[in-house]
C-alpha cells in the first residue's frame, strides 16, 4: 500500500530538492560567467550541440520505464531488476548507434566539428541511465533527502573540476569532464544510498503492463525534449555554431533559477500526484499552492533578470559576451511567461493523462521549432528570441486551459490566481527598467546599475506582493501552523 501523501509530506519534500539545488545554485551562479570568460562561444556551442544529441539517445534509452516504476508501487524487485537490464541493453545499443553515427549525426546539426565530442559522450548514455533504477526506487519511497545530498555532492564537485580545467586551458574538455563527473558521482551515490544491487532477473513480461504507462508518457517526453532543445538545433544550423554558443551560454545562465526550483518541484510532485490521483479536493489543493508557490519565487527572479539584462551581461560574462545582453534578457522573459505552467507536466503524469500531455506537448514543439526557424531564417538571434517569448504565451494559455479543465477548476479564476504573481513580477521589471532609464547617467558602472536595480526590484516586488498575495501568505503561515501543533503534540505524546 503506498502511503498517503499530503501537503506536509509534500512540501517536506520539496523543501529538501529545493535545499539540494539551492546549494548548487551559489556555485553555478559564479562558475557559469567563470567559465564563460575562460572559454569562447564555439566551446559552448560545441558541447551544447553534442549534449542535445545524447540527451535525447538516452531518453529514447530510458523508453519512461523508471517512470512507470514510480506509478507501479505494488511492483517487486524480480520487475526493478528487469527494468534494470532492459535500461541497460537500451543504453548500450544508444551508445553504440551514437559513437558509430557521430559524422553524420554531427553534421545534420550543423556542427561537423562536434563529431568527436559525440564518440566519446557517447559513454554519457550508458553512465545515466544505469542509476534510473536506484532513483527509481527513491522517488517511490518519497525519499528526496537522500536524493538531494547526492545532487550537491555530483553537481559542486563536477563544476570545481571543469573551472580547475578550464583555469588550466583544458578548453571544451572542461565541460566534458563536468558532465562526466556529475553522472558517475552521482552514480555511485544512488548504488550506496539505496542499497540497490541488480541481479540477473530478465522476464520480459514484466515490462509489458509498465509500458501501458511508459509508452504515452515516452511521446510527451520526446516532444517537451524537441520544445527545450530545437532551438539550440535550429541556431546551431540557420545562425552558426558561435550563435549557438552565445545562446547555450545565456540560458544556462538563465535555466539556473529554473533549475533550483522546478527540477526540484517537478521530482517530487510527480509522485506525489501520482498516490493521490483518486481524491481530488487534496489534488485540487496541491496543484494550485504548489503553482502558486513556484510562480511567487520563479516570476521576480526572471523577470528581474530581464530588466537587468544588459548591465548583467556585462557584470557576468565580460565583455566579449556583452553583444549577446538581449539573448539573456528575453530567454530570461521567455522563461518568466511560463512559471504558472511549472506544476502542470508532473501533474498530468502523476494523474495518469498521458494523452493530454502528449498533445500538448507536441503541439507545443512544433509551434516552438517553427517559430524560431521562421524567425532565425528571416532574421536574427534575437527574433529567434522574440518568437520564443510569443510562443510561450500561447503556451501559458493553453495549459492552462487543459489542466483546469481536467481539474474542473473556471478558467479564468485558476489563470488569474496561478498567474496573479507573474503579472506582479512583471510590473516590478517594468519599474526597474523605468529607473534604470531615468537614472542611467548616475548610473554609469554596470556594477552599480545591477545593484541598484535588484535593489528596487526587491521593494517593488515586496510591496506589490504584500497587497496582492494576503490569501496565500494566510494559506502557508496557516499550514505551517498546523504543522507546528502536530509535531508538538507529538513531542508530547513521546
Known amino acids: 500500500m503506498a502511503p498517503s501523501q499530503g501537503v506536509k509530506t509534500i512540501t517536506t519534500n520539496v523543501g529538501w530538492s529545493v535545499l539540494?539545488?539551492?546549494?548548487?545554485?551559489?556555485?553555478?551562479?559564479?562558475?557559469?560567467?567563470?567559465?564563460?570568460?575562460?572559454?569562447?562561444?564555439?566551446?559552448?556551442?560545441?558541447?551544447?550541440?553534442?549534449?542535445?544529441?545524447?540527451?535525447?539517445?538516452?531518453?529514447?534509452?530510458?523508453?519512461?520505464?523508471?517512470?512507470?516504476?514510480?506509478?507501479?508501487?505494488?511492483?517487486?524487485?524480480?520487475?526493478?531488476?528487469?527494468?534494470?537490464?532492459?535500461n541497460l541493453a537500451m543504453s548500450c545499443l544508444m551508445a553504440a548507434v551514437l559513437f558509430f553515427g557521430a559524422e553524420d549525426l554531427a553534421v545534420l546539426m550543423g556542427a561537423p566539428e562536434s563529431a568527436g565530442l559525440l564518440k566519446i559522450m557517447a559513454l554519457l548514455i550508458p553512465l545515466q541511465l544505469s542509476g534510473d533504477v536506484a532513483y527509481s526506487l527513491l522517488a517511490r519511497q518519497m525519499n528526496f533527502s537522500k536524493d538531494a545530498v547526492l545532487s550537491t555532492v555530483s553537481e559542486c564537485t563536477a563544476a570545481l573540476i571543469a573551472l580547475a580545467l578550464a583555469f588550466f586551458g583544458f578548453g571544451v574538455w572542461a565541460l566534458v569532464f563536468q558532465l562526466f563527473s556529475?553522472?558517475?558521482?552521482?552514480?555511485?551515490?544512488?548504488?550506496?544510498?539505496?542499497?540497490?544491487?541488480?541481479?540477473?532477473?530478465?522476464?520480459?513480461?514484466?515490462?509489458?503492463?509498465?509500458?501501458?504507462?511508459?509508452?504515452?508518457?515516452?511521446?510527451?517526453?520526446?516532444?517537451?525534449?524537441?520544445?527545450?532543445?530545437?532551438?539550440?538545433?535550429?541556431?546551431?544550423?540557420?545562425?552558426?555554431?558561435?550563435?549557438?554558443?552565445?545562446?547555450?551560454?545565456?540560458?544556462?545562465?538563465?535555466?539556473?533559477?529554473?533549475?533550483?526550483?522546478?527540477?526540484?518541484?517537478?521530482g517530487v510532485l510527480f509522485p506525489a500526484f501520482s498516490l493521490m490521483a483518486d481524491d481530488r479536493k487534496r489534488r485540487s489543493d496541491a496543484l494550485m499552492l504548489s503553482t502558486q508557490v513556484t510562480t511567487v519565487i520563479l516570476a521576480p527572479a526572471m523577470f528581474?533578470?530581464?530588466?537587468?539584462?544588459?548591465?548583467?551581461?556585462?557584470?557576468?560574462?565580460?565583455?566579449?559576451?556583452?553583444?549577446?545582453?538581449?539573448?539573456?534578457?528575453?530567454?530570461?522573459?521567455?522563461?518568466?511567461?511560463?512559471?504558472?505552467?511549472?506544476?502542470?507536466?508532473?501533474?498530468?503524469?502523476?494523474?495518469?493523462?498521458?494523452?493530454?500531455?502528449?498533445?500538448?506537448?507536441?503541439?507545443?514543439?512544433?509551434?516552438?521549432?517553427?517559430?524560431?526557424?521562421?524567425?532565425?531564417?528571416?532574421?536574427s538571434l534575437v527574433d529567434a528570441?522574440?518568437?520564443?517569448?510569443?510562443?510561450?504565451?500561447?503556451?501559458?494559455?493553453?495549459?492552462?486551459?487543459?489542466?483546469?479543465?481536467?481539474?474542473?477548476?473556471?478558467?479564468?479564476?485558476?489563470?488569474?490566481?496561478?498567474?496573479?504573481?507573474?503579472?506582479?513580477?512583471?510590473?516590478?521589471?517594468?519599474?526597474?527598467?523605468?529607473?534604470?532609464?531615468?537614472?542611467?547617467?548616475?548610473?554609469?558602472?554596470?556594477y552599480l546599475e545591477v545593484l541598484a536595480g535588484a535593489a528596487v526590484g526587491g521593494v517593488i516586488y515586496g510591496m506589490l506582493f504584500l497587497i496582492t498575495e494576503r490569501a496565500l501568505l494566510r494559506k502557508i503561515f496557516e499550514i505551517v501552523r498546523r504543522r507546528g501543533r502536530r509535531d508538538a503534540a507529538g513531542a508530547s505524546a513521546v
Open 385 to 446: 528570441m522574440v518568437a520564443l517569448c510569443a510562443v510561450n504565451a500561447i503556451t501559458l494559455i493553453g495549459y492552462s486551459w487543459a489542466v483546469f479543465r481536467i481539474d474542473d477548476i473556471p478558467f479564468l479564476r485558476g489563470l488569474l490566481v496561478s498567474s496573479r504573481s507573474m503579472i506582479t513580477a512583471f510590473v516590478m521589471a517594468l519599474g526597474v527598467r523605468a529607473f534604470l532609464h531615468v537614472f542611467a547617467d548616475r548610473l554609469a558602472n554596470p
Open 182 to 266: 556529475a553522472a558517475l558521482i552521482r552514480l555511485v551515490g544512488l548504488y550506496f544510498v539505496t542499497g540497490y544491487m541488480p541481479r540477473f532477473v530478465m522476464e520480459p513480461r514484466r515490462i509489458g503492463p509498465l509500458f501501458s504507462f511508459s509508452s504515452g508518457l515516452m511521446g510527451s517526453e520526446i516532444a517537451n525534449f524537441v520544445t527545450f532543445q530545437a532551438p539550440m538545433v535550429v541556431i546551431a544550423r540557420m545562425l552558426g555554431i558561435a550563435d549557438a554558443g552565445a545562446y547555450s551560454a545565456a540560458n544556462r545562465f538563465a535555466s539556473i533559477p529554473n533549475q533550483v526550483v522546478l527540477s526540484a518541484v517537478m
Open 304 to 379: 528581474g533578470l530581464w530588466a537587468i539584462a544588459e548591465p548583467g551581461m556585462l557584470v557576468l560574462f565580460g565583455p566579449q559576451w556583452a553583444y549577446a545582453w538581449p539573448v539573456l534578457g528575453l530567454l530570461a522573459l521567455s522563461k518568466g511567461i511560463v512559471t504558472p505552467c511549472s506544476t502542470f507536466i508532473p501533474y498530468l503524469k502523476g494523474t495518469g493523462h498521458s494523452r493530454v500531455l502528449f498533445w500538448s506537448a507536441v503541439l507545443r514543439a512544433v509551434a516552438t521549432t517553427l517559430a524560431i526557424a521562421g524567425a532565425a531564417h528571416y532574421g
Open 20 to 86: 539540494s539545488k539551492t546549494a548548487t545554485f551559489g556555485l553555478k551562479f559564479v562558475t557559469v560567467p567563470i567559465l564563460a570568460r575562460l572559454l569562447t562561444p564555439e566551446d559552448f556551442g560545441s558541447v551544447a550541440v553534442a549534449l542535445t544529441v545524447v540527451q535525447f539517445l538516452a531518453m529514447i534509452g530510458g523508453a519512461g520505464l523508471t517512470s512507470a516504476l514510480v506509478v507501479d508501487q505494488d511492483g517487486d524487485m524480480r520487475t526493478v531488476h528487469t527494468v534494470f537490464w532492459t
